[in-house]
């Protein structure tokens, strides 16, 4: 269980997070949506402390992750995977290697980690670019051998920044089938932030809408693209009927 009370964040005088609320039960896939600078990213990165909040509190599993010592940080941070709009790989590493490398410290042997990455290569279908470099992939190739690496460290939150937004729309598709596999396991929280309505319509057990700094719909897909309570929510269902 992920709860966040309260959370609030502000850059300068510009308020970013005005107290965000919500509770995710364990083993659920949350898509968080809302207009640009609504404070999305902002939030997931503060769930694994790349942004530091001014104030709130987040629970997970009744721990509460920040008032963690430097420490205890390094091994929450083993618990959460993130995969980024931009890939963030390193462009010097193999797939694989790139793959391997959020667990190279921790005294794994190297067989260990290399049939572990092999094994998530397929899972992403990218069995075949094993030792090809970043340069030589396309975008959602890219992509994919960042949710592998995420994956690696078997997290129990998941957390993706808009993980489609750089790449052209036909290599969208192959990337969407893969995180809709692995909302499949159902043994972790996993919170994509997104614009595709619906894909999130498809993925989501839980919707959470944002707007201004503060969460202003949280529940079911049905619930809230059925019946919006609130400005946003009404836009997205247009945007829906649209389609
Ligand atoms: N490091 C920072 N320094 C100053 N302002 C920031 C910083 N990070 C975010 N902001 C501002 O905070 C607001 C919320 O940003 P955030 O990235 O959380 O929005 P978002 O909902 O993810 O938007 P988008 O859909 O465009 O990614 C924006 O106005 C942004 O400019
Ligand atoms: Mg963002």
């Given at each position: 269980m992920l709860e966040v009370k309260n959370l609030r964040k502000s850059y300068g005088p510009k308020e970013v997070l005005k107290g965000v609320n919500f509770k995710i039960p364990k083993g659920k896939t949350v898509a968080i949506m809302g207009?640009?600078?609504?404070?999305k990213s902002t939030t997931i990165r503060c769930l694994n402390r790349l942004t530091q909040p001014d104030a709130g509190q987040i629970l997970f599993k009744g721990i509460p992750i920040l008032e963690l010592s430097e420490e205890r940080l390094l091994d929450w941070r083993r618990e959460v995977g993130f995969v980024f709009q931009k890939f963030n790989l390193i462009e010097r590493l193999t797939v694989i290697e790139n793959v391997i490398l959020p667990l190279i410290?921790?005294?794994?042997s190297i067989d260990k980690l290399r049939d572990k990455a092999i094994n998530l290569l397929k899972k992403v279908r990218l069995s075949d670019e094993?030792?090809?470099?970043?340069?030589?992939?396309s975008g959602g190739q890219k992509q994919r051998v960042g949710i592998a690496r995420a994956l690696v460290i078997e997290p129990s939150l998941m957390l993706l920044d808009?993980?489609?937004?750089?790449?052209d729309p036909i290599l969208v598709k192959e990337v969407l089938e893969v995180i809709e596999d692995l909302t499949r396991d159902k043994d972790k929280i996993v919170i994509i932030v997104t614009h595709e309505v619906s894909f999130a319509l498809r993925i989501a057990d839980i919707i959470l809408l944002m707007d201004k700094g503060r969460v202003v719909e949280i529940g079911t897909p049905q619930s809230i693209f059925d019946n919006p309570k609130s400005e946003v929510g009404r836009r997205y269902k247009d945007l829906l009927d649209y389609y």
């Open positions: 207009p640009s600078g609504c404070g410290k921790t005294g794994i094993i030792n090809s470099y970043p340069k030589n992939l808009e993980p489609t937004a750089s790449l």
